[in-house]
């Protein structure tokens, strides 16, 4: 959740589990989510043709490291716990890296930067100064 402090707002409140990206670049923080399904979207598709839409929210913080850097943490934590609900005790296969190491080690496939790309996809840009 963010909140704009001094307009007392939710400016993004997204579950861990829908968010498929986050990054900092320089001052920048980019996170992309997937947008709840309103309730007059999910009448007129039926549930099989249902395609998740995107939202990315973009912030400029000169924290933005140390929130990306948080947010990948959060990540880590829940995974934890995704495998101990699974009865899976053995964390010997869980690789602890540094945080620029997974960086470097990203790569973005194809057939995201597709979904990422199509018209249908995108939405409305909301700026805040």
């Known amino acids: 959740m ?3 402090t001094d307009l007392k707002e939710i400016m993004m409140d997204h579950a ?14 980019v996170l992309m989510a997937r947008r709840r399904f309103v309730p007059h979207e999910m009448e007129e598709a039926p549930k099989i043709n249902r395609t998740p839409k ?13 929130i990306a850097q ?26 602890e890296m540094d945080y620029q190491e997974v960086l470097n ?18 939405k409305e840009v909301i700026s805040f100064l």
Not at 54 to 66: G, L, P, Q
Not at 74 to 81: D, I, T
């Open 2 to 4: 963010v909140l704009n």
């Open 105 to 122: 080690s990203q790569e973005i496939f194809g057939d995201e930067l597709q979904m990422f790309a199509k018209k249908e996809m995108q």
């Open 70 to 95: 948080s947010i990948g943490q959060a990540f880590q934590v829940a995974y934890m716990e995704f495998l101990k609900a699974n009865g899976i005790e053995d964390h010997s296969f869980v690789k």
């Open 16 to 29: 861990l589990r829908t968010i498929s990206y986050i990054a900092d670049i320089g001052d920048v923080v």
């Open 54 to 66: 995107m939202i990315c929210h973009v912030f400029e913080s000169e924290e933005a490291r140390f």
